[in-house]
Nanobody
Framework: QVQLVESGGGLVQAGGSLRLSCAAS????????MGWFRQAPGKEREFVAA????????YYADSVKGRFTISRDNAKNTGYLQMNSLKPEDTAVYYC???????????????????WGKGTLVTVSS
């Protein structure tokens, strides 16, 4: 079992930065691949970024590539999403999730995840 708790959301102006954290409990997190997803009001959930359990592979949605960076610290059982150059369209509830699968280029195709956090709200004002 893996429990995931997101934090770090808040209100930020366009062009600003935020760093989200995903604190995990459970031994299997260290061998689980981790993803960040988001859901904007009235829209379906979408993939944002993923990182392998070793931290050596990552994958990003085109909409955030070059602006967001995913990372993890397995010693702390924590994953991160550094978000720079934020835009109003980045406003959403952000969720972290974990899975034993690595989806490669299929991360953007609604991958099946084993565990989910409850989300943290990010609001970007214009």
């Amino acid at each position: 079992q893996v429990q995931l708790v997101e934090s770090g959301g808040g209100l930020v102006q366009a062009g600003g930065s935020l760093r989200l954290s995903c604190a995990a409990s459970g031994r299997t997190f260290r061998t689980s691949n981790m993803g960040w997803f988001r859901q904007a009001p009235g829209k379906e959930r979408e993939f944002v970024a993923a990182i392998s359990w070793t931290g050596t592979s990552s994958y990003y949605a085109d909409s955030v590539k070059g602006r967001f960076t995913i990372s993890r610290d397995n010693a702390k059982n924590t994953g991160y999403l550094q978000m720079n150059s934020l835009k109003p369209e980045d406003t959403a509830v952000y969720y972290c999730a974990a899975t034993t699968n690595w989806y490669g280029s299929r991360w953007s195709l609604d991958p099946s995840m084993d565990y989910w956090g409850k989300g943290t709200l990010v609001t970007v004002s214009s």
